[in-house]
């Protein structure tokens, strides 16, 4: 039984310094903003993944992601009986949704340790869609939910890369497209209705992000 565990534990360490040299393991932490002409201010976006990198240049991608999108505000009127505007109603939705992805990435070796690394993620998690209301004629402010549930992301990506021995240095960009699975429950000031509508299409934003990786 000593000898079990100790060709055991001698397999374990052969095992852990080759996975040491080859380093295809790697944990990475990326931070950015949501880059969008419906977004009003800074919007953060966190990634936190894991990837495994395979000989043939082919990865998988494991994390979670982070996002909270501040989108630009939208007004409506409020006129007298003359069509002069007797009044504004200010609102500013904000969008927070937190996943989970999953999804394959590919190696494109550029010059030396530079890469191209395009990724393709499935996100599951859940969203919610806040407004903050500001009346002009007693600058009263309030927030209210205008919805919450569950999403579906899909969210293709591209990496510039540049390779040291254990770290990793990245840009990455990311266009991601959210679905609501409960249909009908994230809604947005529609200005063109003047009331609260279903806006697909704010739902689906790009975002920068500046990161590193540890290699393992």
Request: with cysteine; glycine share 10%.
């Given at each position: 039984m000593k000898r079990m565990l100790i060709m055991t534990f001698l397999i374990f360490l052969v095992y852990t310094g080759i996975s040491q040299d080859n380093k295809r393991n790697s944990i990475s932490?990326?931070?950015?903003?949501?880059?969008?002409?419906?977004?009003?201010?800074?919007?953060?976006?966190?990634?936190?993944?894991?990837?495994?990198?395979?000989?043939?240049?082919?990865?998988?991608?494991?994390?979670?992601?982070?996002?909270?999108?501040?989108?630009?505000?939208?007004?409506?009127?409020?006129?007298?009986?003359?069509?002069?505007?007797?009044?504004?109603?200010?609102n500013k939705p904000n969008l927070l949704n937190k996943s989970f992805i999953a999804g394959l990435t590919y190696n494109l070796k550029l010059y030396k340790d530079w890469f191209i690394v395009p990724m393709f993620n499935i996100g599951v998690g859940y969203g919610r869609v806040k407004n903050t209301v500001t009346h002009s004629w007693d600058n009263s402010v309030y927030?209210?939910?205008?919805?919450?549930?569950?999403?579906?992301?899909?969210?293709?990506s591209v990496n510039i890369e540049y390779n040291?021995?254990?770290?990793?240095?990245?840009?990455?960009?990311?266009?991601?497209?959210?679905?609501?699975?409960?249909?009908?429950?994230f809604y947005m000031p529609n200005i063109d209705v003047d009331w609260y509508t279903i806006?697909?299409?704010?739902?689906?934003v790009g975002d920068l992000k500046l990161g590193v990786a540890f290699k393992f």
């Open positions: 932490l990326g931070f950015g903003s949501v880059v969008s002409t419906k977004i009003e201010s800074f919007s953060p976006v966190m990634d936190v993944c894991y990837r495994r990198d395979f000989n043939n240049g082919l990865g998988i991608n494991l994390g979670y992601r982070y996002k909270d999108c501040n989108y630009d505000e939208v007004c409506f009127l409020g006129y007298d009986d003359n069509g002069d505007i007797s009044s504004v109603r200010s927030t209210l939910t205008l919805g919450n549930g569950a999403d579906i992301s899909v969210i293709p040291f021995d254990r770290i990793r240095l990245f840009c990455s960009y990311s266009y991601e497209m959210l679905f609501e699975i409960d249909r009908g429950r806006l697909g299409d704010y739902y689906f």
